[in-house]
């Protein structure tokens, strides 16, 4: 056994590309709601970390929070987001307003955001608004080359380049989520938010949009922040895996340590909620074997 690596620390720890420490937000009005409450991660180089918990959690608003895309009544009540570049550079992002945020956003962290396939200019070509990000944060890249690189990330996801002249109702829903993909990774970022971007795509096209995000965080080396209400998908695509509930972070584990030894009582409920594809009625995990981490009135529940 090689002791020596097994002693190097983990790769979030070793080489850290985004730290967020004590991170709150609220939304406030005639009644406050704590929706993030005091949340801290650490998210690798290269590491894939899932966000898991069901709807209004709060883990569409944590992205949205550290990336600075929060509008009133939600404010940022505590806590940092701190990007660490890969050329040796920290940024405190809550320290960056006007020109110098737009220029980070999309270029350090991109983001592919929740309804993605609607995030689309009906209106304007797949190429128009592609070569938009390059006229935007690359304005020295000339017209002949900024077609060329939209042609080459539309093939990177696995899209023929014909396609640039397309119109997104031209497109079923998984080449439009493939757009996204593209789109999000055009200026080669070291951290990609996805926010549910499998929701609304049948299984199969699901397949291939995780196996397409798989394969290009393996070629491209960025990190993964992979939201979703869905524990086993996470489970088959995570480095690790952030359980949230009610605005807080109630576990965080290593995927397969967090299926096979859950320690919160939240998580245990999640795992025994899988419905399973082989087994009587009422069987909630893959082997078709019933749950006892399930009341039986959960159970009765689920089967009725």
Known sequence: MNTAMDARPPRHEADPVLTIEDFSVDYLGANTTHAVKNVSLTLGRGEILGLAGESGCGKSTLAYGVTRLLKPPALITSGSATFHSREGFSVDLATLGGADLRAFRWDKISMVFQGAMNSLNPVISIQAQIEDIFTTHRPEMKKAERVER???????????????????????????????????????????????????????????????????????????????????????????????????????????????????????????????LTGKRGDFIRTGIADDRLTETDQEVVAS
Request: one cysteine or more.
């Open 150 to 276: 939209c042609g080459d990330l539309l093939e990177r996801v696995g899209v023929d380049r014909s396609r640039l002249k397309s119109f997104p109702h031209e497109l079923s829903g998984g080449m439009r989520q493939r757009m996204m993909i593209a789109m999000a990774m055009a200026l080669d970022p070291q951290v990609m938010i996805m926010d549910e971007p499998t929701t609304a795509l049948d299984v199969v096209v699901q397949r291939e949009i995780l196996d397409e995000i798989t394969r290009l965080r393996s070629e491209l080396g960025f990190a993964v922040i992979f939201i979703t209400h869905d524990l086993p998908l996470l489970l088959e695509i995570s480095d690790r895996i952030a359980v949230m509930k009610a605005g807080e972070i109630v576990e965080l584990n290593d995927a397969y340590q967090l299926y096979t030894n859950p320690r919160d009582e939240y998580t245990k409920r999640l795992l025994a909620s899988f419905p399973s």
